[in-house]
């Protein structure tokens, strides 16, 4: 079944406390994202990345890292997470970016920092 | 500065009543237009999409969204909604690599 997974899908952290949400993907899409989701503000882009070793920020990158080592995976790195961070992350991916192709989602991760 | 506007953040409507939600996009390129439905609890998926062509596009579940380039608007549209269209609905918009979301507009249908 073609789908992006990620992992985990709730997770409850300390201000500072590094974190990696994984984010993979079985359909061989060169172009991947990382967006999160807030109340009234809907999704903003973090990070994405056009193919493996090329990643560009998106609107709201401060606080995020991200690295491409492999095609299927694309995983989101908090390095002193803070409380502004609490959000629903999402992770897409697509065919090349610079066509029109739609993004495929994967199920979310609820992040909340205390 | 490129954006998506998305007027209406809440609708409520009966089943069988007529949807239409809007959509502006703002953006100096050569554009591709989506909408996205998020079901309570699920990910997003895409309803439909435009690149060129035809500007009256249609979806699945019976949506279909026009491009009107003039007023730089791509509305989403159901003759008759159900029940089971209750979501939350976004609009977006993507130049060559980046990707602009509205704030999203949350349908309640009332069965």
């Known amino acids: 079944e073609a789908q992006v997974t990620q992992n985990p899908r709730y997770l409850i952290t300390v201000t500072g406390k590094k974190l990696t949400v994984t984010c993979s993907q079985n359909m061989n899409h060169e172009y991947m994202s990382w967006y999160r989701q807030d109340p009234g503000l809907g999704l903003r882009q973090i990070y994405y990345s056009m193919n493996v070793e090329v990643t560009d920020k998106g609107d709201v990158p401060e606080g995020y890292k991200v690295s491409r080592k492999e095609k299927r995976n694309f995983p989101l790195i908090l390095e002193s997470p803070s409380p502004n961070q609490t959000s629903l992350y999402f992770c897409?991916?697509?065919?090349?970016?610079?066509?029109?192709?739609?993004?495929?989602f994967g199920p979310g991760t609820r992040l909340t920092v205390t | 500065a490129q954006s998506v506007s998305q007027h209406n953040h809440h609708v409520i409507l009966s089943e069988a009543a007529s949807l239409e939600l809007g959509c502006n996009y703002s953006?100096?390129?050569?554009?591709?237009l989506f909408w996205y439905v998020q079901y309570p609890g699920q990910h997003l998926q895409l309803l439909l999409k435009y690149f060129s062509g035809d500007p009256l596009v249609k979806g699945i579940k019976g949506f279909e969204a026009e491009f009107i380039k003039s007023k730089f608007s791509f509305n989403l549209r159901k003759p008759s909604v159900q029940w089971s269209d209750t979501a939350e609905y976004f609009c977006?918009?993507?130049?060559?690599?980046?990707?602009?979301f509205g704030t999203g507009t949350r349908l309640k249908v009332l069965a």
């Open positions: 953006y100096g390129g050569t554009v591709n």
């Open positions: 897409a991916s697509s065919l090349p970016g610079t066509g029109p192709y739609e993004q495929y």
């Open positions: 977006a918009v993507k130049g060559t690599y980046k990707y602009i």
